[in-house]
């Protein structure tokens, strides 16, 4: 039995329901059922009777639920006692500008369990990511890039990289583009269209080797001045499939994020990368839990 297990049961019985506690989590059902169906195995009992009214404790699960309420009481005493300098910690996240609405929709989850750790993001750049990680001058960042590219040849000697996630390109395009209603897009769909792109090495790659026959609008470091190019139906715009997964405008139909069809480009992996020097403390551990959720949730 572990702390995490007790949360769970104590939440299933608050909520009724594994779907509805896992929402409240911010964990997937499978991974909440699974724990507790591990917990049950251990201790040989079954502590859920699950049917159409809801899921509901037995009597070997109310036992549970009231020494699980007694440990997580006395832990938040413990915890109170021993934590008065708690309103000082500090978080200093970097992030890709591809991923900055995913780590700003991360901190407001983030927020709400740890409000007194004082959360700064930066915005940047692989060179400044690497260069931040080198003078720890940020504790954790998030960034899409090739461990194979020469310029990082020796990250690995100051940086230690998790696997995040793994992205594919989109076109991102107005509700007024003829673009709209495609279930994928070719470059070749795009020869006649206009294009903004980030500012960045990889998107003057993908204009260097793949958009010849592209007219480029503009480029720019603001992903808001290009939003509203894409908006206004001037142009469309490479994205992630995540970059705009909770934006407004995708939600309501203003914007269509469509798959790009190209194998050659279509995946990228993208990676946590922690300073070797420091390790990761339990406040990055719990944000990237944030980001994974925000990233893999449907």
């Not at 939440?11 to 591990?38: D, G």
């Not at 583009?177 to 070749?188: A, D, G, Q």
């Not at 503009?218 to 001037?234: K, P, Q």
Request: charge should be neutral; proline fraction near 3%; glycine fraction near 4%.
């Amino acid at each position: 039995m572990n702390i995490e297990q007790i949360k769970y049961i104590l939440e299933v019985t608050k909520a009724r329901s594994i779907t509805k506690a896992a929402a409240n989590l911010h964990l997937s059902p499978s991974a909440v059922s699974q724990s507790i169906s591990q917990l049950e195995k251990e201790l040989g009992i079954t502590i859920f009777n699950r049917s159409r009214q809801g899921t509901v404790p037995t009597l070997d699960g109310k036992k549970i639920i009231r020494i699980g309420n007694e440990i997580l009481t006395k832990i938040d005493e413990l915890y109170n006692e021993f934590s008065t300098e708690k309103k000082e910690k500090s978080l200093r996240v970097g992030c890709a500008p591809s991923l900055t609405y995913i780590v700003y929709d991360a901190f407001l989850l983030f927020n709400k369990e740890y409000p007194y750790v004082h959360i700064e993001i930066k915005e940047m750049n692989i060179d400044e990511m690497l260069n931040a990680m080198k003078d720890e001058t940020i504790d954790i960042a998030f960034s899409p890039f090739s461990l194979e590219d020469p310029a990082t040849s020796n990250v690995h000697n100051f940086i230690r990289f998790r696997s995040l996630y793994t992205g594919y390109i989109c076109v991102c395009v107005s509700s007024r583009s003829h673009l709209y209603y495609k279930n994928s897009i070719t470059l070749k769909d795009l020869e006649n269209e206009k294009m903004v792109m980030y500012s960045s090495n990889r998107s003057i790659t993908f204009n260097t080797e793949l958009f010849t026959k592209v007219p480029i609008l503009f480029t720019s470091n603001n992903i808001e001045v290009l939003r509203a190019a894409i908006i206004d139906g001037h142009a469309s715009c490479l994205i992630y499939n995540f970059t705009f997964k909770n934006n407004q405008d995708v939600k309501n139909g203003n914007l269509a994020v469509i798959p790009l069809k190209n194998p050659e480009i279509i995946n990228h992996q993208f990676w946590t990368l922690i300073p070797k020097s420091k390790g990761i403390s339990a406040e990055a551990e719990e944000f990237q839990k944030k980001v994974m959720f925000i990233l893999n949730e449907s």
